[in-house]
């Protein structure tokens, strides 16, 4: 039988991962549905709207990134650790604090990116300004990577 500390390491890994996908899933939805809208007035802006509708993207990326990095932390891909309770519990903390920076920093820049493509396919010289508005949401997923790596990365097992 597992031991607690492995058990709550694999649960926030595993939080961090799915939260911070499913922000990210959400938010490439909202952006790539009002995208493939604009583009059926106008194709020639694809490139743009590619661009803007991927930056939701990113927050799947950073808690899969928490996620291999605390597995890997415990020892899960060569040969598992004596992982403490108190481990245990910071690694889920971690893959919390990512999971939940990820969902709603990806759902909500998505919402920002969508209406950026809208303002794109008004006016198309508004992309790189779109982009900067969209980015700036990523700055709270950016935050919660930092802590959650600071968090994994100071652990003594």
């Known amino acids: ?18 939260l911070a996908g499913i922000g990210s899933g ?15 007035e106008k194709p020639d802006l694809f490139g743009k709207i590619l661009v803007i509708t991927a930056l939701p993207g990113s927050q799947g990326v950073y808690g899969l990134l928490i996620a291999i990095l605390a597995l890997a932390k415990i020892g899960l891909f060569g040969g598992l650790a004596e992982v403490s309770t108190e481990v245990g519990q910071q690694i889920f903390w971690a893959g919390i604090l ?17 209406a ?39 652990i003594q097992l």
């Open 1 to 18: 039988m597992f031991e607690s500390g492995i058990v709550l390491s694999i649960i926030g890994a595993t939080i961090a991962a799915v």
């Open 26 to 40: 959400i938010g490439v939805y909202t952006a790539g549905t009002k995208g493939a809208g604009v583009l059926s």
């Open 98 to 114: 990512m999971g939940v920076s990820g969902l709603a920093s990806g759902w909500l820049q998505g919402r920002v990116a969508a």
């Open 116 to 154: 950026g493509i809208g303002a794109v396919g008004r006016d198309e010289s508004v992309a790189g300004k779109a982009i900067v508005l969209s980015v700036i949401i990523e700055t709270y997923a950016i935050f919660g990577l930092l802590v959650s790596l600071l968090i994994v990365n100071s």
